[in-house]
């Protein structure tokens, strides 16, 4: 699950683009600066199958790898989160 979310981050970012992660006893986010996920595709990044802008990824996929890192995440008791702005960069949470 982790890794997916972190190569998410790499996967929808420059290649010299930072992606920083902080794991605290509660919390653990990972974010970047990269492309971002645009207002209207925010509420459907957890429906099975659904893929933003192919045009923006290096590389491919198939529209699971954030509802399997969603179900994982509740399946353990925690609670996955998305902020993102276009352009501006996205930021995961994983907590409690």
Do not use: C, W
């Not at 981050?9 to 645009?38: F, H, M, N």
């Amino acid at each position: 699950m982790l890794f997916n979310l972190i190569g998410n981050a790499l996967k929808y970012s420059e290649p010299s683009t930072q992606v920083t992660i902080r794991i605290t006893d509660d919390v653990i986010t990972i974010e970047d600066l990269g492309y971002g996920i645009s207002s209207e595709d925010l509420p459907y990044i957890f429906d099975r199958f659904y893929k933003v802008d192919h045009a923006r990824a290096h590389g491919t996929g198939h529209g699971l790898g954030l509802s399997i890192a969603q179900k994982i995440v509740e399946a353990h008791g925690f609670r996955l989160s998305i902020q993102s702005e276009l352009h501006q960069g996205t930021t995961i949470t994983i907590e409690k």
